[in-house]
Structures are given as C-alpha cells and as structure tokens.
C-alpha cells in the first residue's frame, strides 16, 4: 500500500458537475480530493439552448443558486442545476482553477481532452520545484449527471485500486488498461513534473 494518502484532484470546465461529482464521492470515501475548473469562467445551461449563464469564479455556488432561484426557478430546478449547486455548496464555497492551485498532486483526472490538454500544458510552463511525478489521466465522460455519476465511480475504483498498490509507477499503466477494457473507454495519461 502506499505510505501516505494518496493525492487526488478531478478537473473538467467549469467545476460544477463532473469534477464535483467525483470530488463528493472521492472525499465520501475518505480520499484527500481537490476539484477544479479551467476555463475563464463558469457557464451553465441556460434557459435557451446557446445562451450560457455565465458567472465569474469568484462567484460561489450558493450566489448562483439563488441567482437562478430568482431567474426562473421551475427552469433550474427542471433542468438539475439547482440540485448541482446545493450539492457543491455542501462541498466547498465556490468553484476553484486549477490554473491558479499551488498545491501538488499525485494524480490528475480530467473528464475531457480539451481540460486534458490545458491542464498539461499548465504543468508543463510551471517552473519544475520538486521534480515529483504527477500523473495526469483524462476519460472522457459525458457532461449529464448520469455521466458524471458513472465517471465519479470509475475514478473512484481506479483511486482505491492505487490506494492499495505498492507501487503506483509500475501498476498504473496495467490498472488503467484493465480499465479501459471494463469500461469500455480509452484513457490518455502522461507524466509531468512539478
């Protein structure tokens, strides 16, 4: 088993759905989890299709639940988002980048290439301090909340089986090809350095 907890941050968009998904049922399972976003700002579905709701990261979950409480509640409420914000508000205040997170990790999942590759470039224009490895894993999974249950699951399956590892550097690479087999999904993982 690995001799200290294992270091886990989960990072798609906007850090509201699929990154808080696994953040809740990672830290359920006692593991130490930070959750993020990249882009510039945090949009959700808004009550036209092509006409995000757009919020500044500062703002916090609760501010955008009772934003969109006041906007068109049956709309919200209908669609799943207020029932997103009030599981991210029992969670943490607000949503975090991860372009702007000092603290290292031992793996990064990511729930889409496109945060895949914005969260590796970041970490390849970092100035290397340590040199510790950071292993970085996306699967892509679909932005619904079925989707992101499933893929909370799936991360948190490939979190304890590296919990229990002796070696996280040599099992990962067979870990995550038998569980693309069972999942049916390809991963794409590279190391970097911070």
Do not use: W
């Not at 702007?100 to 945060?115: G, L, M």
């Not at 919990?163 to 550097?169: A, F, G, L, N, P």
């Amino acid at each position: 088993m690995l001799s200290s907890p294992l270091r886990v941050a989960v990072v798609c968009v906007s850090n509201i759905n699929r990154s808080m998904e696994a953040h809740s049922i990672l830290r359920r399972k006692g593991l130490s989890v930070r959750s993020f976003g990249t882009e510039s700002h945090v949009r959700l579905p808004g009550r036209r299709r092509n006409h995000p709701v757009v919020y500044d990261f500062a703002t916090t979950y609760k501010e955008m639940y009772n934003d969109l409480l006041r906007k068109d509640r049956e709309c919200y409420t209908h669609n799943g988002i207020l029932h997103i914000l009030g599981r991210n508000e029992r969670i943490k205040p607000g949503p975090e980048r991860f372009q702007e997170c000092t603290e290292f990790f031992d793996v990064i999942f990511t729930c889409e290439e496109r945060v895949y590759d914005t969260v590796v470039e970041d970490l390849c224009s970092r100035e290397q301090q340590t040199f510790q490895p950071v292993h970085v894993i996306n699967m892509d999974i679909e932005d619904t909340l079925e989707g992101a249950t499933l893929g909370a699951f799936l991360i948190c399956e490939i979190c304890q089986c590296l919990q229990q590892s002796d070696d996280m550097e040599d099992s990962l690479e067979e870990l995550l090809l038998q569980m693309e087999e069972k999942a049916g999904k390809s991963f794409l993982h590279t190391v970097c350095f911070y």
